[in-house]
Nanobody, 122 residues
Framework: QVQLVESGGGLVQPGGSLRLSCEAS????????MGWYRQAPGPGESRDLV?????????NYADSVKGRVTISRDNAKNTVYLQMNSPNADDTAVYYC??????????????WGQGTQVTVSS
């Protein structure tokens, strides 16, 4: 069993900042790429990439967040972070943590967290 548990969501004011965390735990042999995705409110909205970070630290960002978001990870803690500065209303969404993990049974699968709500509003 592998679990991803997110924290750090909530209400944030436009122009403020927030930091999301996600810890992977359980039967883990190795954690590969980790990332954050988000799904905006409303019917038919897709779950879109925010940022990813590989095990060696290489990062990838969606164009909509470049310059405002920093993804980082602590490999010793199997934890990924998302620092968002100057959020705006368009950043309001449920944020999901994702990780590609090889379990102790040597199976590699994609795992998702339960999601954390981020609301940007004054």
């Amino acid at each position: 069993q592998v679990q991803l548990v997110e924290s750090g969501g909530g209400l944030v004011q436009p122009g403020g900042s927030l930091r999301l965390s996600c810890e992977a735990s359980g039967s883990i042999f190795r954690v590969h790429t980790m990332g954050w995705y988000r799904q905006a409110p409303g019917p038919g909205e897709s779950r879109d990439l925010v940022a990813t970070i590989s095990s060696d630290g290489s990062t990838n960002y969606a164009d909509s967040v470049k310059g405002r978001v920093t993804i980082s990870r602590d490999n010793a803690k199997n934890t990924v972070y998302l620092q968002m500065n100057s959020p705006n209303a368009d950043d309001t969404a449920v944020y999901y943590c994702n990780a590609l993990i090889t379990t102790n049974g040597y199976r590699t699968n994609d795992f998702w967290g339960q999601g954390t709500q981020v609301t940007v509003s004054s």
